[in-house]
């Protein structure tokens, strides 16, 4: 009978910044919908922009500028030599 491998054991900073990874991958998805999510709500046929929707727009573009900026600064430290672990 084989004996059970032991648990893989993954370093704390690696496995966090690939999901700081993943994470700014799925960012333009997340900002692609927000952006789009004022279509949805819109009563009538007609295309019209309210200036609601105008200074939603811009908060959620700073909003992910923000986001950007975090991840950015959180993915800065790697170096990319924490495959060698996997």
Do not use: H, N
Not at 47 to 68: C, E, N, P, Q, T
Request: proline share 7%; net charge positive; hydrophobic share 50%.
């Amino acid at each position: 009978m084989r004996r059970p491998k032991p648990p893989l054991f993954l370093a704390r900073a690696p496995y966090r910044r690939r999901r700081l990874r993943d994470a700014a991958r799925l960012l333009p998805v997340v900002g692609i919908f927000l952006l789009l999510l004022p279509l949805l709500w819109t009563q009538d046929s007609r295309m019209a922009l309210r200036s609601g929707d105008v200074i939603y727009f811009f908060l959620v573009w700073v909003g992910l500028i923000g986001v950007a900026a975090a991840f950015a600064a959180g993915l800065r430290g790697g170096d990319g030599t924490d495959d060698e672990e996997d």
